[in-house]
């Protein structure tokens, strides 16, 4: 069951509805937050769209990086069911 929960990102409260435990939904906004505090003071500018624009990038970066890394590649696949194969004969 979903419930509401407040978050503050950019010091801007924010209702979100989820049905993750309250201290996950507190991990995520602490995650977040410091996330834009880590690109935004690497910035110059201010521009806070431009701060959750690349923070959300190099999230999505890591998140794509992370899907990957649980796939064993086609070479790997192959070499696998080849020893199955045998296994399976001997």
């Known amino acids: 069951m979903k419930t509401t929960h407040l978050v503050t ?3 801007r409260e924010i ?8 201290e996950k939904v ?5 995650f977040v937050n410091g996330r ?15 701060v959750l624009t ?7 970066e890591e998140l794509l990086e992370l ?4 796939k064993p590649d086609a070479s790997v696949e ?5 020893f199955i194969d045998r296994l399976a004969k001997a």
């Open 78 to 82: 192959a070499r696998l069911q080849g």
């Open 26 to 30: 507190q991990a995520v906004e602490t």
């Open 9 to 11: 990102v950019l010091g």
């Open 54 to 60: 690349l923070a959300l990038l190099n999230t999505a």
């Open 15 to 22: 209702s979100v509805r989820s049905s993750a435990p309250p």
């Open 36 to 50: 834009l505090l880590e690109i935004g003071g690497a910035l110059r500018s201010g521009d806070a769209q431009l």
């Open 67 to 70: 899907r990957g890394a649980g």
